[in-house]
Every structure is written in structure tokens, then in C-alpha cells.
């Protein structure tokens, strides 16, 4: 199992829908922020797998900028939380109508 | 034994992700999030991959799920600990959704058979282990193929790390206040550094006076 | 190509990295008492056992037989899983790091638990994930200071790790390996402290600021948060913390050991290169050890200002002038 490339690529979609699913239903702002990071984790996952089964690095690159596209997501993301948390005390993202404050 | 190693690695990862998605408090999601990217780092190593590994250790775990952190302590977001239910939208289209979704990308992911020997690149394990690692394989295709997307990943973290201090910087408003007439200031007659300084220490309303 | 003895080689190799992280705390803290007490013209502690000895082992079995108390209103999950998050990557750092070189006894024997080709990065990683332990116990605990003491070690670590790792980039560089084996034998001739002098000193600093220890020690600032964020730690769980503050201090000396002042590198006997390189190895991180002590005893606790403005204005553009340096180095001299 361990040698197949099915393996891997079969858990990544499992935590890339697990991640999209929370996206989707959890109104928690941060929650939403932390489903992010795991779609972007079983897409790591298969690209890291595809890298090693095809030989190629192109994989492993995209799993490294993907890190740094992670932290500058989450970088923005927690600054706009933050920036919530001074103008409107609120943080379930149904609530957040308004564009401008 | 790799077989074994590789089902439980994917099973936790499962349940933790599972955690991350369903627990009540974002803390707990976190800190299961935390054992996913382990998960995801051990099926890493099993695939011969320690380098990206360990990167992935250092960077989800070791600071962007720290910063999580560290912002929910900050915000005190426990206190909003009374997340309401679920739209009927969101019960409606994203169950089905998420069960399309899964469906789909298993369905992908299990039809994906391991690549026939014409298609390899030139990066076997042999030629790695002669290289020294997975790290230098990659670095040798970082300054070769993909260096373009290597500095734009590097411009787009500034500008990142730019964007973040200037969203989450406190608006202050003593600068603000002091703003129009600084730059009258510094439009009109030249004045003494002296005095410039001095009308800075002023509160606003007697600088208005002074003009 | 594995047979029996590897297994119980690898059986003791580990039982050793086990005693080290049990037994090492116990005697820096007897040394750090008896140390600070020198510095301050006091005595320290000598009532236990002959010349004060024994004060650990007593402060140990008290530590066992105290009561373990959980605060009330807080997360109980997280509040057991801190301690765990404090000791188990501190435990993983003591298994790469290499004590001596390779030596014959019957076979070829190398003085250390694994040699990892990403050592380094494992090191970094757990080193990281120090910060867990303070963030949870901090946010379960359900008390202002502990939540203070887990705002300020988060912080700090962060913002030290980048340094920390700056510096270590300048030694990778120069090695050009991640394995610590290969770093310290790439010492041969001539110490990584002589060409990176500066990344010397930013990684001792950035050390001791990992650690949190004086003068960088304002996640438990006793004088202002009583202690941080393991202020409702008691018992065993407390004992827990103290012991992976210890093994941290005694990974980081190693650390200096093996990525600056050449490891097992030194003037040996022929035929005692073993036992002349662990000698060597723990000689020179015992110095570092030594150094710990010394600044707890002679330098005041930094402003929380001072201490974000010394790692953002000071350590991080010190080290990318030494990366600089030490690319044109490696250039000209290579």
C-alpha cells in the first residue's frame, strides 16, 4: 500500500474535502481560516506523492512555495482578524455584512 | 510494515481532520490541525521525503498554527465560544457538496495508477541518494526551472508581510489629528527645526492657535 | 545486514539519550544553585547530603509527593498535554545529536542515537514546537498570568526562531550539509566560530531567548506574572516543565557544540579518540551551561520592548550581514 501512489492521493482528497467542507458549513471565522490550511495539506500531500512516483521535483517545488503561500494567507488572514476585532467585535462570517465601517 | 505505518498515519490524519472541522472550540481545531500536519510529515518521511518534512513541521506547525494561536489568546475569541447552528443553505448545499466533492476526488484519486516507466523524470531515488538527499534535488531544480516562481514566492511574502502590518496596525489617531497641519508645515515658509519640534509637543488645539 | 547486537546497540544508544534527559536536569540544577550561590557570595544549598549533594534528589521527591491540583474552569485535555508538549520534543532533539565520533568496539560504533540527513531542520522543528507547550498550558490554566506568561513565550519564540535559523542558514551554508555528523567533521580544520563570529553570537543569544532563561526569561518573569505560564503547575506536571527547560538549555549547548566549536574536534591521545571526542564534546557544551548561569547571576531582565526590538533591530539584520559574509567567504575560499 505503501508503494502505490493511489494511497497517498486517496488521503489528500479525503483532507482536501475535509477542508473544503469546513470552509463551507463552519461560520467561525478562524475555523474557516484553519479548513483553509488543511485543503492546502492533502494538496501538499499529493503533490509530494506525484513528485516521488513520477521522479520529478516539480511536486516537491510546488509543495514548497504552497508553504509560503500558506504562511502569506494566514499572515493576511490573522492581520484581518484582527483588524475585525477593533472596528466590529465579531467574528462568525454570516454576521460580517457590511464591506465598510 | 511501511503498509501498516502508511493506513495509520492516514487513518489519524483522518480523525484529526475530521477534529479540525467539527470541534466546537477553535483552540481544540487547532491543536488537532497540529496532528494532521505531523500525520501529513510521517507520510511525508515514509515516501522518502524527510527534507519536506521536516519544512513541513517547521512552517505549518512551528509558526503559522502558532500564530493562530497566539491571535486567538490575543483576541480572547473563547469568550465568543457560542458559534450559532447552521444556515438551512449551508445544511442543504454543503453536505452534498462536501459528499460530491469526496466522491469525485476519490474516484480520481483511485482510477491515478502508479506511472508507467516512460514517463519518469530524471529524478530517481538513485540519482537523489548521489545527490545527498531529497534537499539538494531540490535545490537543484530551485535554481534551475523553477527560479522565477521561487522570487515571486519571495516578492509575494513581502508584500504579504507589508500588507499585514498595515491591515492590523492601530489607527493611531494623535498622527491622524496632526496630519493637515504637518503638512502645511511643511508646504508653507520654511521654519526652525526648533520650532517645529516644539509645535509637535503641543496638543492640537493650541497649534491651531498658533496659525 | 541487521542482526541481533545492532538491535540491543540501538536499545542502549537509546536508554543512554533516556538517563541523559533524567539525569542531566538534576545536575544542572544542583550546579545553577551552587553556581549562582558563588556569584552572589552566598553559600547555596548545603544541608542535603554531604556539602548540600542531595538537594535535588529532596527537591524531587517533594516535587513526586505534592498533590496535583487542575484549576477549576479551565481545559483539562490541554492542561494534561502541555507538560508532554514541553518534554517529548526536547527528547527528540537529545536523539540526533552526536556525542563523539565513530569508534571500534568490534564494530564501527557511531556515538550517537541516528544520523539523520535533515538533523538540523529536525532540530529547528522541534525547537519550534516549544512553543506549543507554554501556549496550551497558558490557555488552559484559566489564569491572567499564565495567559500572559503563553502571550509573551509565543512571541518570543516566534520572533527568535527567525534569527536562530538565520544563523544556522550561515553554518548549513559553509557545511554544506544538513547532517550533524557531517557539519561537526566538516570542523576539522578550522572551527565554524572563526569565519562566522557574528552568527556565533546571534545564535547564543537567540538560544538563550529560546529557552527562555534570564536575561530573556519574561515569559516567567517572576517579579511581574509570579511565573508565567506554568504558574498552576504543580506536582509532577510542574516537574515535567522544569525538565524540558533543563534538556532545552542542554540541546542548545550542544547545539553551540557541534554547529560552532567543532564538536568532538580537538586534541586527542591515538587510540582514545572516543572517549578524548565525548570528553571533548561535553566539556565544551558544559562551558556553554556554565555561560546560562552566568547571565542569570549578572545581568537584568530586558523590557518586553527591548526584547522584540533586540530581535527585530539588532539580531535579524546582524544575521543576514553574516549570511552575506559568509557567502563571500565560502566563495573566495572554496
Known amino acids: ?101 | 510494515m511501511s503498509d501498516l505505518a502508511c493506513t495509520w498515519l492516514g487513518l489519524m490524519a483522518t480523525i484529526f481532520g475530521l477534529g479540525t472541522v467539527l470541534l466546537r472550540s477553535p483552540v481544540h481545531s487547532a491543536l488537532s490541525l497540529v496532528m494532521v500536519v505531523f500525520h501529513v510529515a510521517g507520510l511525508f518521511v515514509l515516501m522518502g521525503a524527510g527534507f519536506l518534512a521536516a519544512l513541513q513541521v517547521i512552517v505549518y506547525a512551528g509558526a503559522i498554527i502558532v500564530l493562530f494561536l497566539f491571535t486567538m489568546m490575543l483576541l480572547n475569541l473563547e469568550q465568543h465560544d457560542n458559534e450559532p447552528h447552521m444556515h438551512r443553505y449551508q445544511k442543504w448545499l454543503g453536505f452534498p457538496l462536501g459528499g460530491a466533492l469526496l466522491i469525485e476526488a476519490t474516484w480520481i484519486a483511485l482510477a491515478q495508477a502508479n506511472p508507467s516507466e516512460t514517463l519518469l523524470g530524471k529524478y530517481s531515488p538513485e540519482r537523489l541518494s548521489e545527490l545527498g538527499g531529497t534537499a539538494f534535488g531540490i535545490a537543484d531544480a530551485m535554481f534551475t526551472s523553477y527560479l522565477l516562481p521561487f522570487e515571486v514566492a519571495g516578492v509575494l511574502l513581502l508584500a504579504a508581510s507589508v500588507a499585514a502590518l498595515s491591515l492590523a496596525r492601530k489607527p493611531d489617531e494623535d498622527i491622524m489629528k496632526a496630519m493637515p497641519d504637518m503638512v502645511s508645515d511643511a508646504a508653507g515658509s520654511m521654519t526652525q527645526p526648533s520650532v517645529q519640534e516644539s509645535k509637535l509637543n503641543q496638543s492640537p488645539t493650541e497649534r491651531g492657535d498658533n496659525h | 545486514m541487521v542482526d541481533g547486537w545492532d538491535i540491543v546497540i540501538l536499545a542502549i544508544k537509546g536508554l543512554v539519550v533516556l538517563a541523559l534527559l533524567a539525569l542531566a536536569p538534576m545536575i544542572f540544577v544542583l550546579a545553577e544553585r551552587k553556581i549562582l550561590g558563588r556569584i552572589q557570595a552566598r553559600v547555596g544549598p548545603n544541608r542535603v547530603g554531604p556539602r548540600g549533594y542531595l538537594q535535588t534528589f529532596a527537591d524531587a521527591m517533594k516535587l513526586g509527593a505534592k498533590e496535583d491540583l487542575i484549576p477549576p474552569g479551565g481545559d483539562k485535555l490541554i492542561f494534561w498535554l502541555a507538560p508532554l508538549f514541553m518534554a517529548v520534543p526536547a527528547a527528540t532533539s537529545l536523539s540526533v545529536l552526536p556525542i563523539g565520533p565513530e569508534v571500534e568496539i568490534g564494530r564501527t560504533i557511531g556515538l550517537w542515537v541516528t544520523d539523520l540527513n535533515v538533523g538540523v531542520l529536525l532540530i529547528l522543528a522541534m525547537g519550534s514546537l516549544a512553543a506549543y507547550g507554554p501556549v496550551m498550558s497558558g490557555w488552559s490554566s484559566n489564569s491572567k498570568y499564565a495567559h500572559f506568561g503563553a502571550l509573551r513565550s509565543s512571541a518570543q519564540v516566534i520572533s527568535y526562531e527567525i534569527s536562530l535559523g538565520l544563523a544556522v542558514l550561515a553554518v548549513l551554508m559553509y557545511a554544506g550539509s544538513f547532517s550533524l555528523v557531517d557539519i561537526v567533521n566538516s570542523q576539522k580544520q578550522m572551527w565554524h566560530i572563526v569565519p562566522q563570529i557574528l552568527g556565533f553570537f546571534i545564535f547564543a543569544a537567540s538560544a538563550v531567548a529560546e529557552t527562555n532563561r534570564p536575561p530573556f526569561d519574561l515569559p516567567e518573569a517572576e517579579t511581574e506574572i509570579v511565573a508565567g505560564y506554568h504558574v498552576e503547575y504543580s506536582g509532577m506536571r510542574w516537574a515535567m516543565f522544569f525538565l524540558a527547560e533543563y534538556a532545552n538549555m542542554f540541546v542548545a549547548s550542544m547545539l553551540v557544540t557541534i554547529l560552532y566549536l567543532g564538536g568532538w574536534n580537538g586534541w586527542t591521545i591515538p587510540g582514545l579518540e572516543g572517549i578524548m571526542g565525548v570528553m571533548w564534546t561535553l566539556l565544551k557544551a558544559f562551558f556553554f551551561i556554565f555561560v546560562y548561569f552566568w547571565l542569570r547571576a549578572v545581568l537584568p531582565r530586558l523590557r518586553y520592548d527591548q526584547l522584540m526590538g533586540f530581535c527585530w533591530k539588532i539580531l535579524l539584520p546582524a544575521g543576514v550581514l553574516n549570511l552575506f559574509l559568509v557567502a563571500i567567504l565560502r566563495t573566495i575560499w572554496s
Open chain 1, 1 to 101: 500500500m505503501a508503494d502505490y501512489l493511489n494511497s497517498y492521493l486517496f488521503i489528500g482528497a479525503i483532507l482536501f474535502t475535509l477542508g473544503a467542507f469546513g470552509v463551507l458549513v463552519r461560520r467561525n471565522i478562524i475555523v474557516v481560516l484553519l479548513s483553509v490550511e488543511l485543503m492546502l495539506q492533502g494538496v501538499n500531500l499529493s503533490l509530494g506523492a506525484f513528485s516521488t512516483f513520477y521522479h520529478d521535483m516539480g511536486g516537491y517545488m510546488l509543495v514548497l512555495l504552497s508553504l509560503a503561500i500558506a504562511a502569506a494567507e494566514a499572515v493576511v488572514g490573522l492581520a484581518i482578524l484582527v483588524a475585525l476585532s477593533r472596528h466590529v467585535d465579531e467574528f462568525y462570517v454570516d454576521r460580517l455584512k457590511s464591506l465598510r465601517w
